[in-house]
């Protein structure tokens, strides 16, 4: 009875019955085996949507800002949003973010749009993976634009950049000094920089500060070589970094935001960066893959107390860990000894 209620039914995701995809992001965020053939199933169906991630410092109106552009997607386009909000803290309190204390329009009840909140639990790569395959059950559903909010703190805004076609950075005047708080790292994944809460002083200061920082020639030779190392051409058309302007209280510079993004959109089309940013995904994500795979198999080949053992040895200095390892390596396994 239990195992039934793992169960996918593909055709219904593809429909975009809200529940099965709500129960298919579940299994997901488990890391759950289920969720597998389902991915597996979908596969051939995704590839259609933007997927945009949005990152930037606590507070400075990511949310905001992610409920206003699937507004103006809604209102103007009539296009299906999905959205996910990573949360490396509480599962919760970023779903409660978005539909309590935020009402620009009415998403909750929208049937075009999805929201959903991911927790992290801190798993090191477990965020890029999860939230990966929650946009592809996303794309598969038929949303057009998948939305993703991550925290700026650490290597999440990093991993983010690899999952999404278009990472946008938000920052926020008075966050300290203005060039400092934006960090050396988050320069180079920013394909739209906004500048939110252009409704404060230092607003224009701080879009001048990413504007220099965007000019500057470091910045350029540093993405010139990014480019060649992916196999860029020299004379592929390079993007032009906007630096937008919103209130993403009341809306303003939204609409200039959101033609940034198909701009941003078209132009990885046209120059062939689409297919070379899908292709280093599917790398990275066949050798994480790998890594995970392996790892998990060979530990269910060692005996029991094996791997115990081999530490004892290790920690009394009765063997070095390489000798260690390879004896670990090296033993005979079958598969049915656990
Ligand atoms: N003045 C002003 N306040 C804004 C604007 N956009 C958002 N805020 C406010 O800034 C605060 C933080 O907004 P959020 O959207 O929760 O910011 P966030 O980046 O998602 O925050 P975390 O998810 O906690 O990192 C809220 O009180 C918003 O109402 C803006 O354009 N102008
Ligand atoms: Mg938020």
């Known amino acids: 009875v239990k195992s039934s209620s793992k169960i996918f039914d593909v055709r219904r995701v593809l429909v975009g019955d809200r529940r099965e995809i709500a129960r298919a992001i579940s299994a997901i965020e488990r890391q759950s085996p289920a969720a597998r053939p389902l991915l ?3 596969y051939p169906h995704t590839g259609t949507a933007h997927i945009v991630g949005i990152t930037g410092a606590p507070g400075t109106g990511k949310s905001t800002l992610v409920n206003q552009i ?8 009539d296009v299906q949003v999905g959205i996910l909000a990573i949360d490396p803290t509480s599962p919760f309190s970023g779903g409660a973010l978005l539909g309590d204390r935020i009402r620009m329009c009415d998403l909750a009840g929208d049937p075009g749009v999805f929201i959903r909140s991911l927790a992290t639990r801190g798993a090191v790569g477990g965020l890029s993976r999860s939230t990966a395959e929650a946009a592809q059950v996303l794309d598969a559903a038929g949303f057009d634009v ?6 700026g703190a650490g290597q999440d805004e990093v991993e983010i950049a690899h999952t999404a076609h278009t990472t946008i950075v938000v920052e926020a005047p008075g966050l300290g000094d203005d060039i400092q708080a934006i960090k050396a790292g988050i320069v180079e994944i920013a394909d ?22 965007l000019e500057s020639g470091d910045r350029l030779a540093r993405q010139a070589a990014i480019a060649a190392a ?5 004379n592929t058309v390079r993007w032009q970094v ?3 302007k919103t209130v993403a209280l009341d809306g303003t510079g939204l609409d200039e935001l959101v033609s940034q993004l198909d701009a941003h959109r078209a132009y990885l089309r046209s120059s062939g960066r689409l297919e070379a940013k899908e292709r280093a995904r599917a790398q990275a994500n066949l050798v994480e893959l790998l ?9 269910l080949s060692l005996e029991t107390g094996e791997l115990e053992d081999a530490v004892s040895d290790i920690a009394s200095r009765q063997m070095s ?9 090296n033993t005979p396994k079958t598969p049915e000894t656990r």
């Open 291 to 299: 890594r995970q795979e392996l790892f998990s198999r060979f530990l």
């Open 192 to 213: 739209i920089f906004v500048v939110n809460k252009a409704d404060r002083a230092g607003a224009e200061a701080t879009a001048r500060a990413l504007q220099f920082m």
């Open 70 to 77: 699937a507004c103006t997607y809604r209102q103007k386009l």
């Open 40 to 42: 597996t199933a979908l």
């Open 242 to 244: 906007p630096v937008c």
């Open 321 to 329: 860990p390489y000798e260690t390892l390879e004896r670990l390596l």
């Open 146 to 151: 998948v939305l993703i909010e991550t925290v």
């Open 230 to 234: 992916n196999g860029a051409d020299k």
